[in-house]
């Protein structure tokens, strides 16, 4: 008999959709199997105001196919102007969901970014008070911190003082990747949330570089070392209702990935499900995987969870997905180079 798992249908808290002819291409792969996403607003340029938003929210929503049920979770891209009174209103109008920090630098897009935290402190007093969550690239950018380290120094440079001086500013540590990370999400109380990539759980930094180099691996914050990824495995694993997944899915065109200065970003939407399911069932934690993809994600964000079930099937080993054709040109899909068993059922 075909071993299958039921869950209720999971959401994604940190998505990459872009614009244009990628949107249009990437969208289906999402609202497949997810119900909802927090959008990412680090376009070109970025989604800096509610108008931004809602215009945005209209693109994405004039590309979803036909029947697809599919909420897109507005963000807005925080920088040193950012107006307090337009977030507020914005939030409480139900146009965002959160708010995005990006060290100015740190990432894909970031430019545009913050560079003196102090700058921000009134828009963060003003969420606190609110109740709009935080969303964070948690990075410093100094040249001289070792790009290793940088998630960690950020933890203890940035993001700690940053929670001590708001109290009660809700904060989304957003794809960690190092169990200085995890040890410090779970020493928080409930203010605090982190999620976790479907690549993370699944590839540390020899996969990008032992055996030449793995552009398609390239993310932001880089894989680290092996022992860290097990910490994440470990708490995405065990149940702790401050984690859910944020795949992080990122598209960049297979041309701007395999070239001298390659894009960060692993495109990881249509694939995302059997992925992690592989990664659960490997740890025993089958019976925890609704709790990482579709529970703690709607608790911590103050929703309920999806009424809709999603059931996945284990099988022959999937083939490797073929590269997705936009109008931009090629985007490879994750390949985390082993067998993964489970499949999303299609009625
Ligand atoms: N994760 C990445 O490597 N890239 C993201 C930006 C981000 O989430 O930091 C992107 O927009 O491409
Ligand atoms: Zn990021
Ligand atoms: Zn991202």
Redesign the pocket.
């Known amino acids: 008999m075909t071993q299958t798992l039921t869950l209720r249908r999971p959401d994604d808290w940190?998505l990459?959709l872009r614009d244009g002819a990628v949107l249009q291409a990437v969208l289906p792969d999402t609202a497949r199997d997810f119900a909802r996403a927090i959008i990412?607003p680090?376009l070109v340029p970025p989604v800096v105001t509610s108008a931004d938003a809602m215009a945005y929210r209209d693109r994405i929503l004039a590309a979803l196919p036909e029947g697809a049920d599919f909420t897109p979770l507005m963000t807005l891209y925080l920088t040193e102007a950012t107006d307090p009174a337009d977030v507020i209103a914005a939030h409480a109008s139900g146009m965002i969901t959160a708010v995005k920090l990006?060290p100015a630098g740190?990432?894909?897009?970031?430019a545009s970014g913050v560079r003196d935290f102090d700058k921000v402190r009134g828009v963060l007093e003003a969420m606190a008070e609110a109740g709009v969550p935080l969303c964070v690239?948690g990075e410093v950018t100094r040249a001289e911190v070792d790009i290793f380290d940088r998630e960690a120094v950020f933890i203890d440079e940035v993001l700690d003082p940053i929670r001590r001086k708001t109290p009660g500013l809700r904060v989304v540590m957003?794809?960690i990747t190092t169990s200085d990370a995890c040890d410090y999400l779970r020493s928080s109380d409930g203010s605090l949330g982190a999620t976790i990539t479907t690549h993370h759980l699944m590839i540390n930094r020899n996969h990008i570089l032992v055996g030449g180099i793995k552009p398609h691996y390239?993310?932001?914050?880089v894989a680290k070392r092996e022992s860290h990824r097990e910490a994440l495995v470990e708490l995405a694993t065990s149940g702790f209702e401050q984690v859910f997944l944020g795949t992080?899915s990122?598209p960049?065109t297979q041309a701007n990935k395999e070239c001298a200065c390659g894009?960060?970003?692993?495109y990881s939407a249509p694939v995302t499900m059997p992925c992690l399911t592989q990664v659960f069932d490997e740890a025993g934690a089958l019976d925890r995987l609704e709790a990482f993809a579709s529970l703690n994600g709607p608790a911590f964000y103050g929703m309920a969870p999806n009424a809709e079930t999603m059931t996945l099937e284990k099988g022959d080993a999937l083939d490797t997905p073929a590269p997705l054709q936009t109008g931009d040109g090629p985007i490879v899909v994750f390949d985390p180079g082993k067998p993964v068993l489970w499949r999303v059922q299609r009625d």
């Open positions: 940190h990459h990412m680090n990006y740190a990432t894909t897009n970031s690239h957003e794809h390239y993310c932001l914050p992080d990122a960049h894009c960060a970003g692993v």
